[in-house]
């Protein structure tokens, strides 16, 4: 029961016929579909995405690997499961409240993505690797799809801005998770951390300069910690392309 090299679009857990959440009959006592999705979760947090298998999956559950085939066909069946399950987390604003802002949903969606995306670093590449049509991932769309509608943009604009906003998102926190996953290995803080990257770069050749000019901009972003730092970056980014969002909608 190996992956088949060349997975077609066709090919995922959420097509018709494919859901067990039972399992099939005569499986193994004791597991589910839920209880093998939060361990993949948990030990995809734990070890990433490189080191998840169903062999290491199996001993986390102490039960053998092939006691897991009763529930799912593949590998990537367990991590689209786990995918999807993720976005379980994210707190959906009701978008037809007529006295909440959009802008202010849309912010609460965006800060809400990039924070799962920071906590799962693992969540990035199968977003990009599977079709997120579990759901929980479409709860989310579909709720982002709405919010941004009451913006007001003709309805040939709002995919455009739905991606300017999300993949925006998806960049930032994929690049800020890394960024804490490579601090976690050193043993340091952000901030010690940050301290010796700027130090280390202050003596390269040629980097030293660049590093010159942006100084004062550095200066500028303030924070007096790393958190603070990428927030204010992160904030400030979304204000600019919400502002752009009411700059189309003003334009008609």
Request: aromatic letters at 8%.
């Amino acid at each position: 029961m190996t992956k088949q090299a060349g997975r077609s679009a066709r090919d995922s857990v959420w097509r018709e016929g494919r859901t067990r959440r039972a399992g099939r009959s005569g499986q193994p006592s004791g597991l589910d579909r839920e209880r093998i999705t939060e361990a993949s979760v948990r030990l995809l947090d734990a070890e990433g995405l490189a080191k998840f298998s169903m062999r290491r999956l199996a001993a986390e559950l102490n039960v053998t690997a092939m006691s897991l085939y009763w529930y799912v066909d593949t590998k990537d069946d367990l991590l689209e499961l786990a995918l999807d399950a993720t976005y379980a987390e994210l707190r959906l604003p009701d978008p037809d409240t007529a006295d909440e802002d959009w802008r202010e949903q849309l912010r609460a969606l965006a800060t809400a993505y990039r924070g799962l995306l920071v906590r799962h670093p693992w969540l990035s590449p199968l977003a990009g690797r599977y079709l997120n049509i579990g759901p929980n991932s479409l709860a989310f769309s579909r709720v982002v799809q709405r919010v941004v509608r009451r913006a007001g943009l003709p309805a040939h604009g709002v995919t455009g801005a739905i991606s300017a906003v999300f993949q925006f998102v998806y960049g930032f926190g994929t690049i800020e998770g890394h960024f804490f996953a490579r601090i976690a290995d050193t043993g340091l803080s952000p901030e010690e951390y940050f301290e010796q990257a700027m130090s280390m770069v202050d003596e390269v050749p040629g980097t030293a300069d660049v590093m010159k000019e942006s100084k004062d901009l550095m200066a500028a972003r303030g924070g007096d910690t790393v958190d603070e730092m990428l927030d204010r970056d992160f904030a400030f980014a979304l204000d600019l392309l919400i502002a752009g969002i009411e700059a189309m909608v003003a334009r008609g």
